[in-house]
Structures are given as structure tokens and as C-alpha cells.
């Protein structure tokens, strides 16, 4: 489970995958502007990408905690040093991402007077409604999901640079134990 000298233990790389997938369904399920998901035809769809936001957050405290409990690699690729900065900010941008997205999504939808719906119950706004500010709120949500597929993107681009130009371990590390 946890993470060796030169490779991610088995927990890490589950939250690393389980994280991506999990982005990536939600933002399939939210086609569209982000109005067409409160129409009632996209009730279910709205349900499931609610519900996969809230997964998505909670996977993403639980992996903070595991990094905490469990730090990268002890040995990592020589790399120089603008190519472990790049490294360390897209990774920052990342986890910046995987929390202003739910953040921004709750804070949107609560703002414009809409209730979060997961499945099986209804969380009715917590907030006094602000129709303006929930809709600029939304954009940004919208902004930020088209944003975070870019970035992970170039962050995958990035392993495979890894892979088939510099031949090196940083992309087996993240996939495979030996």
C-alpha cells in the first residue's frame, strides 16, 4: 500500500486513478452549458454529476491525508530544476482544481437558490440567493472543469515525455510496483 523508494505505493496510485476516472466522467455527464444540467429532462444526469463532484472531493481530502501519511517516492528522477518547478506548480494547479470545482459548484448552485441533489436527498441552499453572483459562480465552475482537462492533459503529456523521450521511471512509478 504504501509507497517505496522509487515508486508509488498501491494507495496513491488508487487515488491518482481513481481521481482521474472519476473527473473524467463527471465532465462527460455535464455536456453543455451549465444550465442544461438543471432542466428537468437532466435531472438524473444533474444527480450523478452532483454526486460524483462530492466523490470527487472527498477522494481528493482522503488522498491529501494519505500524502500526509504516505509521501512521494524518496528517490525521484533527476530531473533539472525548471522541470521539477513546472512539475511541483502543475501539480498545485491540479489539487487547486480538484477543490475550487466542488467548491465552486456548491457555492453557484446554492447562490442561484438551486438545491445540490444527490441521490436519494436534496441539500437545500445554505446561503441567502444572489442570482448574479451564483451565475458568475457557475461560469467559473464551468471555466475551471474545461480548464482542469487542459491541465491534465499536458500533465499526462508530460508522463509520456517521460516515457518515450527521456526513458525514465516517472511514468512506471505511478503504474506499476516493480
Same mark, same amino acid.
Given at each position: 500500500m504504501r509507497s517505496t523508494s522509487s515508486r508509488y505505493g498501491a494507495g496513491a496510485r488508487l487515488f491518482h486513478w481513481l481521481t482521474a476516472v472519476l473527473v473524467l466522467i463527471a465532465y462527460v455527464l455535464s455536456s453543455g452549458d451549465g444550465y442544461s444540467l438543471y432542466s428537468a429532462s437532466a435531472d438524473g444526469l444533474r444527480r450523478i454529476h452532483e454526486a460524483l463532484g462530492v466523490l470527487v472531493f472527498s477522494v481528493v481530502v482522503l488522498r491529501l491525508i494519505w500524502r500526509l501519511i504516505d509521501g512521494a517516492p524518496a528517490k525521484q528522477q533527476r530531473m533539472s530544476q525548471l522541470m521539477t518547478l513546472i512539475a511541483? *506548480?502543475?501539480? #498545485? @494547479? #491540479?489539487? !487547486?482544481? *480538484?477543490? @475550487?470545482?466542488? +467548491? +465552486? !459548484?456548491v457555492l453557484g448552485t446554492w447562490l442561484e437558490g438551486i438545491p445540490v441533489t444527490l441521490p436519494g436527498v436534496d441539500i437545500a441552499p445554505q446561503i441567502t440567493k444572489a442570482h448574479g453572483l451564483g451565475h458568475l459562480i457557475m461560469e467559473i465552475h464551468t471555466t475551471l472543469g474545461n480548464a482542469i482537462l487542459w491541465l491534465a492533459g499536458v500533465h499526462t503529456a508530460a508522463a509520456l515525455f517521460h516515457y518515450f523521450y527521456l526513458r525514465d521511471e516517472v511514468l512506471q512509478s505511478m503504474i506499476t510496483d516493480a
Open positions: 511541483q *506548480l502543475v501539480h #498545485l @494547479a #491540479l489539487y !487547486a482544481f *480538484l477543490i @475550487a470545482l466542488p +467548491t +465552486t !459548484a
